[in-house]
């Protein structure tokens, strides 16, 4: 297990208790520090003295470098997940993950993660809250989107070495940039409609999972607003890192995606071209918008 913590010392307790409960599996965790100033360091020095967990410390790189130098670092394991410091564990949540990964050839990328169950602070579940049913499986579905929650995710040795092989110059979250590198390498992707993980929403969330149709839109909106166009600045980070081992139509769709706003005809050749697609209307629609707006 891949845990990252910074400043958790309220709820890092529970979620320890959770993973060490975890049914039929063997479980190791290796945890880094991202440079707490509260209790947090004395609680992974007291669990790593009774020998049940390994951790170091390291300056703060936020959620997202904490978590791809976790994966740099990590021990030999056929299997990782990352692990949030305030969530809480079902007992079968690696148990029912590992169901869908086993058989998969270990010398291809995969991946498992999916939807969890949200919950207030006390671990209440959201009332009327549907779990997230979209799912991102292509390439170029993925240079539009990314849904896959890094809280829910177990993959294998080999996707680990080839996000490891390579450091971004820039990338939004670790977890969008597993997922976008196992789709770039054919990788065997798995979405499970029904994750057993209490996701805590709190007002301590480094980023959090908006709880309903309205709060995604005013998350898009504001980020049309920003124009920070976090999408072709990562589809240049996943050109620099891999070009070499895309295919012609990966490369020429990246190339779209990362210079879209060069020019008119390049913005009018990214947003015309069906190879970057989800299966979404809205997310088509949005989208669009960014692109013609320069915030793609």
Sequence with gaps: MLLSTWNGERYLGELLESVYAQRGVHVRLWARDDGSADGTREILRREAAAGRLDWYAGDNLGPAGSFLELMRTAPH???YAFCDQDDVWLPDKLERALGFLRG???DRPALYCGAPILTDASLRPLPDVPRAREQITTFGAALIAGNASGCTMVFNRRLLALVSA???????MHDDWVHKVCLLFGGEFFFDENVPLLYRQHGGNCVGTPSSDLEKLRRHLTSLRSRDCTRSRTAAS???CYADAMTPEQRS?????MRCRDSLTAMLRLACDRRIRTPYLQRNILFLTAVLLKAY
């Design 238 to 240: 996943l050109y620099e």
């Design 77 to 79: 394991s056929r299997w």
């Design 104 to 106: 998969t050839d270990g």
């Design 166 to 172: 390579s450091t971004p110059a820039y990338v939004t």
């Design 253 to 257: 769709m990246t190339e779209r995606a």
